[in-house]
């Protein structure tokens, strides 16, 4: 029985093969040909739209001779050989990305089986726009409107994965990026919302003198890509907020399918925000497009990882601690200043370089008008950031809080490592930063008695310093954990591994103690 089996899958393979000779033998003489033609051959078109309709059906009984391993398949071997936990929340989260691979292999089934997927076919139907034949052929390659697509093949519906920082969503998400066949994969783009978001911005500014620049941005991404896997969406900025609606509107016209992470629900999304009307229709979309999915885990994975690597100095003497290890990890290099260019034409100063690290302030790089571009420079030019200053953030700061936070978001997913000086130790760094609710929930009546007066003073400080802010509220965890993460070993062997690998066999073979003196820097 099995040796019928392989025969069979041989044979079809071999007529998906030649199917794929004779279409392309087929096509070629087509073009050769083609101004030769004229209006009187239309009936040969119909013709050959005919033969090129069997060869289709041929391609598609080859290609069901694919075998396709989703994200659950992958995701259950690596619970096997033990490099994942077994957790239930994970494994639901699991099911709804199976979901979304299984109804995308469909689907390319389905347009394969139809014969949609070659361009002879499809202008058979299509009305001309071009004179004779072969215009009518050509253009409709160039039909860019939304419904020409849609008509052709079934929209999949995304997944908007939430939940707390460490729960797993970027690492599922990567698995299922990592499990899609090549030819789907080619139609993926894998990307940070702040880099997605700033080549929107760089595409906008392009296209400025078109009619609808927003338009013409949305065709050129999803003539690039049918699958969008969106990490860390969080929208703090109006720019983003007024044009996310129409973006994803003409994206999801064109048969896009989106999957992305957040910490927060999309009604949660630019909570108070300004003129938060004008995003409103993008969560109603969104909640309509993908399955709004609650990992509902309180495990954050990275404070497990193991962190004794500290490089976060919080002592008295951090300043100096800090300087010198900067000295060290120079390398002996000379130390001076450096401008990186900056998309849309700017620069950015460094102000102290050294080998592979940039020494900076947090009043530097937090406390100026810069922005993601300008992180993104930084970490495409050196791997090491030190960074000094880092303050407990209260409501004078918040502005510089925000900027901190993309920092953090752009190093990390960078793996750059980071060794900084602060006040206060991660959590201590966002003590002051609440949102509504828990502000709500604390404020309870009153008490009195003899330290009443003696306390006014200093609860009018704490109130001063207070920052009530729902976007910053929520997205401190992520910062939090990502700073814990970043002092860890396994953070480490990441970074060597991607930008220095002369350093992994200090962190992966050395003696422990060797290694923590080589990588020394532990919170004091």
Same mark, same amino acid.
């Given at each position: 029985?099995?040796r !019928? ?6 044979? $079809? ?7 794929t000779?004779?279409?392309? *033998? ?19 078109? *119909?013709?050959l ?6 060869l289709? =059906? ?11 391993? +989703? %994200? ?30 299984q ?13 949609? =997927?070659l ?5 058979? +139907? ?5 004179? @004779? ?12 409107a ?8 079934d929209?999949?519906?995304g ?58 941005? !949305? ?12 990490d ?8 983003d907020?007024? &044009?996310?609606?129409?973006?994803f ?7 896009v399918?989106? &999957?992305?992470? $957040? ?17 409103? %229709? ?5 909640? /309509? ?18 962190h004794?690597? +500290?490089?976060y100095f919080? =002592? ?18 000379? &130390?001076g200043?450096?401008r990186v260019?900056?998309?849309?034409g ?7 370089? @050294? ?16 922005? !993601? ?15 000094? =200053?880092? %303050?407990?953030?209260d ?5 510089? !809080? ?9 190093? #990390? /997913?960078?793996? &750059?490592?980071?060794i900084?000086?602060?006040?206060g130790s ?12 828990e502000?709500?929930?604390?404020? @309870?009546?009153?008490?009195?008695? @003899? ?18 802010d ?19 070993? /396994?953070y480490?062997?990441?970074?060597a ?14 003696p ?6 080589? #990588? ?5």
């Amino acid at each position: 029985m099995q040796r !019928a089996i392989a025969q069979w899958r041989a044979s $079809s393979l071999q007529k998906l093969r030649a199917a794929t000779t004779v279409t392309t *033998t087929f096509t070629r003489d087509i073009t050769s040909t083609a101004d030769k033609a004229d209006a009187g051959m239309d009936a040969s078109a *119909t013709e050959l739209a005919g033969m090129a309709t069997e060869l289709a =059906g041929m391609a598609a009984a080859g290609a069901d001779v694919v075998e396709y391993h +989703g %994200p659950r398949r992958k995701y259950d071997a690596m619970i096997a050989r033990g490099e994942l936990r077994q957790d239930a929340h994970q494994a639901l989260t699991v099911d709804q990305l199976e979901r979304v691979y299984q109804d995308l292999v469909a689907n390319r089934r389905k347009l394969s089986s139809s014969g949609s =997927g070659l361009t002879l076919v499809d202008a058979s +139907g299509t009305k001309e726009r071009r004179s @004779g034949w072969w215009g009518s052929i050509v253009g409709s390659l160039h039909d860019d409107a939304p419904s020409s697509r849609s008509s052709s093949q079934d929209t999949t519906r995304g997944l908007y994965m939430y939940g707390g920082p460490g729960c797993g969503k970027t690492m599922l998400m990567d698995m299922f990026a990592a499990s899609l066949p090549r030819d789907m994969a080619k139609a993926m783009e894998r990307i940070h919302f702040h880099d997605f978001m700033l080549e929107v911005h760089e595409s906008l500014q392009e296209h400025r003198s078109t009619p609808d620049p927003l338009r013409k941005v !949305a065709r050129d991404i999803a003539a690039k890509s049918t699958l969008i896997c969106l990490d860390e969406l969080f929208v703090n900025d109006i720019a983003d907020a007024t &044009i996310l609606h129409r973006l994803f509107d003409n994206l999801w016209s064109r048969n896009v399918t989106l &999957i992305t992470t $957040s910490n927060r629900h999309p009604d949660k999304l630019y909570e108070n925000g300004l003129q938060r009307q004008l995003f409103l %229709p993008f969560i109603d979309t969104i909640k /309509e497009r993908c399955v709004v999915h609650d990992m509902e885990s309180d495990r954050d994975y990275r404070k497990l990882a193991h962190h004794e690597e +500290g490089l976060y100095f919080t =002592g008295k003497f951090r300043e100096e601690e800090l300087e010198a290890r900067f000295v060290e990890l120079s390398n002996r290099n000379p &130390i001076g200043t450096m401008r990186v260019d900056v998309e849309m034409g700017r620069e950015l100063e460094l102000h102290r370089v @050294g080998g592979c690290v940039a020494y900076e302030t947090f009043e530097s790089l937090c406390e100026k008008p810069l922005g !993601a571009a300008d992180y993104m420079a930084l970490a495409r030019t050196k791997h090491t950031l030190a960074l000094s =200053g880092v %303050p407990v953030f209260d409501e004078k700061s918040k502005p510089f !809080a925000y900027r901190f936070v993309t920092l953090i978001d752009i190093l #990390y /997913e960078n793996r &750059i490592r980071l060794i900084c000086s602060a006040e206060g130790s991660p959590d201590a760094l966002f003590k002051n930063v609440h949102v509504y609710e828990e502000m709500r929930a604390g404020r @309870g009546g009153g008490g009195g008695g @003899g330290d009443q007066d003696k306390d006014k003073d200093k609860d009018k400080t704490d109130e001063d310093a207070l920052v009530v802010d729902d976007n910053l509220g929520f997205v401190k965890d992520r910062t939090i954990s990502r700073l814990i993460e970043m002092q860890s070993r /396994e953070y480490l062997v990441d970074h060597a591994s991607r930008h220095a690998p002369e350093l992994l066999k200090a962190l992966v073979t050395c003696p422990e103690e060797e290694r923590k003196a080589r #990588y020394r820097g532990i919170t004091r």
